[in-house]
């Protein structure tokens, strides 16, 4: 009988230790919050020219900078957004996996 007992008990690990590693599987294939989003493009002033160093402003601070040609790069949560470029506002969606977004201040 201790054999019967010892083999069961041997059984009753691997089958914690495969059940353990199963969950953990679970777990990291579940899905997670996006947190930020990217957003890039270029923004160009209303005839079409670059907006080249303009500052990009979100409630009232400055989250990046369009660069000589006028691209731009920001990092956000999801969401819908008012900013403002070089004193223009503008309104821009941030889908989930991001988005390239040309922008034409008005």
Same mark, same amino acid.
């Given at each position: 009988?201790?054999? &019967?007992?010892?083999?069961?008990?041997?059984?009753?690990?691997r089958l914690?230790t495969?059940l353990g590693a199963?969950?953990?599987?679970l777990?990291?294939a579940?899905?997670?919050a996006?947190l930020?989003?990217?957003i890039?493009?270029?923004?160009?002033?209303s005839?079409?020219?670059a907006?080249?160093?303009?500052?990009?402003?979100?409630n009232g601070?400055e989250?990046g900078?369009?660069d000589?040609?006028?691209?731009y &790069?920001?990092?956000l949560?999801?969401?819908q957004?008012?900013?403002?470029i070089?004193?223009?506002?503008v309104s821009?969606?941030?889908?989930?996996?991001?988005?390239?977004q040309d922008? &034409?201040?008005?």
């Open positions: 009988m201790p054999a &019967r007992a010892a083999l069961k008990t041997c059984a009753g690990r914690a495969l199963a969950g953990l599987l777990l990291s579940a899905p997670t996006v930020a989003a990217e890039y493009g270029r923004v160009t002033m005839d079409g020219k907006a080249a160093n303009k500052p990009i402003v979100l601070k989250v900078k369009t000589a040609s006028g691209g &790069r920001l990092s949560p999801p969401g957004y008012a900013l403002t070089g004193g223009k506002g821009v969606l941030v889908p989930p996996p991001g988005i390239k922008i &034409r201040l008005p």
